[in-house]
């Protein structure tokens, strides 16, 4: 009876750890046929999405291979670009480095050099380079256009235009009609020293006046005046090379 107890008590636990695997493999069961189901429905659309490629002609998938191409190519010229882009800054900070260097401590209110959208401009106050009504240049202005003709000789790819501005304050000299015809012969008297004096070449200069219309400060005070009187040097950007890079893509 003993005996029998015992196995009747295996058995129960026997019974016990069958029905937990059971319930166990029901889940698993009903976890697999959740995922046939999602697998199912995976292959309709897979096959929706077959039956409407099917429909694609040759020549479509011939154009569709091209736009793929020209996506590829078009994204190889951005980075080009921004790679010629990024040199060309480069190279205008070594030139306002190799400018400020030459032309060494020099009151920023006399002289200014920056870059500016790519751009660089060297901002000259007339306090420095003439006298009041003049377009005569000084002897210490000639010292600072020789510094910045040095910079300009080692860089012989550069092409730059020359400014000449003035304030709103009208010409009373004889000489001259107007600020217009003063601003260019400031523009013109500093190309000549650059020209006679420090050997550049012409055909990179370009003399330009602006007169009084593209002011900086107000012309209602002195000091904004005094910041109007400037002769700029730009330093243009090399359009051409820009566009045989165009023409290359």
Known sequence: ???????????????????????ALNGQIADLNKQVDYLKQNNSQVLN?????????????????????????KDAYIKDLQSSISRKD?????LVMNLKGAIGNLDDKDINIKVDKGVVYIDISDKLLFKSGSYDITDRAKDVLGKVAKVLNNQPDIEFMVEGH???VAYKGTQLVDNWDLSVKRATSVVRVLQNQYGLDPKRMTAAGRGQYIPIADNSTADGRAANRRTRIVVLPQLDQFFKLLEKK
């Open 166 to 168: 003035t304030d709103s």
């Open 90 to 94: 480069s190279l205008n900070m070594a």
């Open 49 to 73: 999405q077959l039956k409407d490629l099917s429909v694609i002609s040759g020549s479509q998938a011939e154009s569709i291979r091209k736009s793929m191409e020209n996506i590829s190519s």
């Open 1 to 23: 009876y003993r005996e029998a107890q015992g196995e009747l008590n295996a058995c129960k636990n026997n019974t016990a750890d069958l029905t937990n695997r059971n319930t």
